[in-house]
């Protein structure tokens, strides 16, 4: 591998010079704080030499030089350049703003406009509305990369007109001295702006950059698991046409998680996406797991699996994406997971949709998997909270893995059964799951459990056969003693405790008011609404009795409702 290693300055690097950025890159995506900061970093430095860190490139042309690590920098001076030429032409400087265009643009043999940025993922917006010194006249789509782009140009102009202000809003002199400084001050910032000093390393072979590409970022530098991925895909799968299948199918990957309205981590996808099929691997090992059996042969059947795989796993989370009416139940348990806040399943549960949508399992099958599987999470961590020492994480993995390798319902069956059975060993102790219960509350002082009271309230009424008014969506928390009936906090814990709440529907909740117990019961009873025996004959709810009414719903949960 032959690398040669040479001192910059940024005003060399981009006079005839063309970089590219290659398919394996990830897109611009640099956020306002990075943008911010390095704003920040060069006026804190102006007129002195400051160095950005490395610059990787392998030569593709005579001038074109595809960019292996700094595109992100590279870009953002860019755009920043693009910046300080608006300026100038809002200060009638057309002349100081065609001298900086000249390292934005160039000439080629026949006389044509070339950038000195070639991008494909954004093109032609990049091009077009930052890097054009003219207005844009080819239309363009407007995605994320593109919002980014918009977003850190924007922030520099409006930062450099804010300091342009200072200048001409000077009283002290006249508005000619005024736009001198002003003009003088931009030009140093463009000077800035060309000595920053990096180190460029240039390769000879695309192949020594995918090499250099990985090597450079799994030693510490922040590139995602998912880019590691990309680069690897691309490696292995050369582009047959102008169509670029890795590009595209990767940007369904991404594109599927990215857009899900709840916040999904690409990374952690691949992670169980690998561990539902090959290996139980944490998300540091993933990527050498991966380029230890995706070879050449069969890199486009797992770029075709991670495609698929993204919309089932992005399904297990954002309840509202491909399931259907007929498939509630399904999403139901699925919903409550999300409550619980658990993903040790995922995997498992990842195989077991897949298993589903490819027709090998029943949706029968599904349903009552999902439903064990969020019965024991509701007590193991819902309710007491308990703790694993990774060996639920790794029985889900092997689970999943195991449901991957079926080859029909019989054998995904069986699998189920096993699976069950050892979620029934690891059954709570009824001690435990009663004392954790009993914590679980809701007034307005302590709220953050409401999601769960909802949960757990909606199914009991379900197995009480409440005759609900309303669907079951429009159904609120009813305090049957009012919360206006305890003072201190340590009252609310006993007022707050599910034997002392119960849902009810919009029109019911209005006539209950602040009423008290006594009222209230005869309002309920009026509306249809079944109350516990232990509440006959009773018009005042003491702690006791409160008391007494969650540990019957504790009994009949661990018992009935959630027993798995």
Same mark, same amino acid.
């Given at each position: 591998?032959?690398?040669?290693?040479?001192?910059?300055?940024?005003?060399?690097?981009?006079?005839?010079?063309?970089?590219? *950025?290659?398919?394996?890159?990830?897109?611009?995506?640099?956020?306002?704080?990075?943008?911010?900061?390095?704003?920040?970093?060069?006026?804190?430095?102006?007129?002195?030499?400051?160095?950005?860190?490395?610059?990787?490139?392998?030569?593709?042309?005579?001038?074109? &030089?595809?960019?292996?690590?700094?595109?992100?920098?590279?870009?953002?001076?860019?755009?920043?350049?693009?910046?300080?030429?608006?300026?100038?032409? @809002?200060?009638?400087?057309?002349? &100081?703003?065609?001298?900086? #265009?000249?390292? *934005?643009?160039?000439?080629?043999?026949?006389?044509?406009?070339?950038?000195?940025?070639?991008?494909?993922?954004?093109?032609?917006?990049? #091009?077009?509305?930052?890097?054009?010194?003219?207005?844009?006249?080819?239309?363009?789509?407007?995605?994320?990369?593109?919002?980014?782009?918009?977003?850190?140009?924007?922030?520099?102009?409006?930062?450099?007109?804010?300091?342009?202000?200072?200048?001409?809003?000077?009283?002290?002199?006249?508005?000619?001295?005024?736009?001198? @400084?002003?003009?003088?001050?931009?030009?140093?910032?463009?000077?800035?702006?060309?000595?920053?000093?990096?180190?460029?390393?240039?390769?000879?072979?695309?192949?020594?950059?995918?090499?250099?590409?990985?090597? &450079?970022?799994?030693?510490?530098?922040?590139?995602?698991?998912?880019?590691?991925?990309? %680069?690897?895909?691309?490696?292995?799968?050369?582009?047959?046409?102008?169509?670029?299948?890795?590009?595209?199918?990767?940007?369904?990957?991404?594109?599927?998680?990215?857009?899900?309205?709840?916040?999904?981590?690409?990374?952690?996808?691949?992670?169980?996406?690998?561990?539902?099929?090959?290996?139980?691997?944490?998300?540091?090992?993933?990527?050498?797991?991966? =380029?230890?059996?995706?070879?050449?042969?069969?890199? =486009?059947?797992?770029?075709?699996?991670?495609?698929?795989?993204?919309?089932?796993?992005?399904?297990?989370?954002?309840?509202?994406?491909?399931?259907?009416?007929?498939?509630?139940?399904?999403?139901?348990?699925?919903?409550?997971?999300?409550?619980?806040?658990?993903?040790?399943?995922?995997?498992?549960?990842?195989?077991?949709?897949?298993?589903?949508? @490819?027709?090998?399992?029943?949706?029968?099958?599904?349903? %009552?998997?999902?439903?064990?599987?969020?019965?024991?999470?509701?007590?193991?961590?819902?309710?007491?909270?308990?703790?694993?020492?990774?060996? *639920?994480?790794?029985?889900?993995?092997?689970?999943?893995?195991?449901?991957?390798?079926?080859?029909?319902?019989?054998?995904?069956?069986?699998?189920?059964?096993?699976?069950?059975?050892?979620?029934?060993?690891?059954?709570?102790?009824?001690?435990?799951?009663?004392?954790?219960?009993?914590?679980?509350?809701?007034?307005?002082?302590?709220?953050?459990?409401?999601?769960?009271?909802?949960?757990?309230?909606? =199914?009991?009424?379900?197995?009480?056969?409440?005759?609900?008014?309303?669907?079951?969506?429009?159904?609120?928390?009813?305090?049957?003693?009012?919360?206006?009936?305890?003072?201190?906090?340590? @009252?609310?814990?006993?007022?707050?405790? &599910?034997? %002392?709440?119960?849902?009810?529907?919009?029109?019911?909740?209005?006539?209950?008011?602040?009423?008290?117990?006594?009222?209230?019961?005869?309002?309920?009873?009026?509306?249809?609404?079944?109350?516990?025996?232990?509440?006959?004959?009773?018009?005042?709810?003491?702690?006791?009795?409160?008391?007494? %009414?969650?540990?019957? *719903?504790?009994?009949?949960?661990?018992?009935?409702?959630?027993?798995?």
């Amino acid at each position: 591998m032959k690398i040669e290693s040479q001192d910059k300055r940024i005003d060399e690097l981009l006079k005839g010079n063309i970089f590219l *950025i290659p398919r394996f890159q990830r897109e611009y995506s640099w956020e306002p704080d990075h943008v911010a900061a390095f704003w920040s970093d060069l006026i804190e430095n102006m007129t002195e030499a400051y160095f950005i860190g490395a610059m990787v490139v392998y030569k593709v042309e005579r001038s074109t &030089l595809a960019v292996v690590d700094g595109q992100q920098r590279l870009t953002t001076i860019t755009i920043l350049l693009c910046a300080i030429r608006e300026a100038f032409k @809002d200060l009638d400087r057309p002349e &100081l703003a065609e001298g900086l #265009q000249a390292y *934005i643009e160039q000439k080629d043999r026949e006389n044509k406009t070339v950038y000195v940025l070639k991008t494909e993922s954004s093109f032609p917006f990049l #091009q077009e509305e930052i890097l054009k010194s003219d207005p844009a006249e080819v239309p363009f789509e407007v995605g994320r990369e593109e919002e980014a782009i918009q977003r850190a140009f924007d922030i520099f102009k409006n930062n450099i007109s804010e300091k342009v202000s200072e200048y001409l809003d000077n009283k002290e002199q006249s508005a000619d001295d005024n736009k001198k @400084d002003a003009i003088g001050w931009l030009s140093i910032l463009r000077d800035t702006v060309f000595d920053l000093n990096l180190i460029l390393v240039t390769l000879d072979t695309e192949d020594d950059a995918y090499l250099i590409f990985e090597t &450079l970022n799994t030693r510490g530098k922040d590139l995602a698991l998912a880019d590691l991925l990309r %680069n690897h895909f691309a490696k292995l799968i050369r582009s047959a046409s102008e169509v670029d299948q890795v590009k595209e199918k990767w940007s369904r990957v991404q594109d599927t998680i990215k857009s899900s309205p709840i916040q999904l981590d690409p990374d952690t996808f691949i992670v169980h996406s690998w561990q539902s099929r090959y290996d139980f691997v944490t998300k540091a090992k993933t990527f050498q797991k991966v =380029k230890d059996r995706v070879n050449k042969k069969n890199a =486009k059947s797992h770029l075709d699996r991670f495609v698929s795989d993204s919309e089932q796993w992005r399904s297990i989370f954002d309840t509202e994406y491909l399931w259907s009416k007929s498939e509630r139940e399904a999403a139901r348990s699925l919903k409550a997971l999300r409550t619980f806040k658990v993903v040790q399943p995922s995997p498992g549960i990842l195989s077991l949709v897949r298993a589903y949508r @490819d027709k090998t399992i029943k949706y029968r099958t599904l349903r %009552n998997a999902l439903s064990n599987i969020e019965k024991f999470h509701f007590s193991f961590n819902a309710i007491t909270s308990s703790r694993s020492s990774g060996g *639920i994480s790794g029985m889900y993995s092997s689970f999943g893995r195991q449901i991957f390798q079926c080859n029909d319902s019989g054998e995904a069956a069986r699998v189920i059964a096993d699976l069950v059975s050892k979620l029934q060993e690891r059954e709570v102790l009824s001690s435990e799951f009663d004392v954790g219960f009993e914590q679980v509350i809701y007034t307005n002082r302590h709220s953050s459990q409401k999601t769960l009271v909802q949960y757990i309230l909606r =199914k009991v009424a379900i197995f009480e056969s409440q005759p609900f008014i309303g669907e079951t969506d429009d159904l609120t928390i009813e305090h049957l003693v009012p919360q206006s009936s305890y003072k201190s906090d340590e @009252d609310h814990l006993i007022v707050g405790q &599910l034997g %002392n709440l119960m849902l009810v529907d919009q029109k019911t909740n209005e006539l209950l008011s602040t009423n008290e117990f006594k009222e209230k019961k005869v309002i309920l009873e009026s509306r249809g609404y079944k109350l516990p025996e232990l509440f006959d004959g009773v018009d005042e709810l003491s702690e006791e009795i409160i008391r007494s %009414n969650t540990q019957r *719903i504790a009994e009949l949960s661990r018992e009935k409702i959630w027993k798995v």
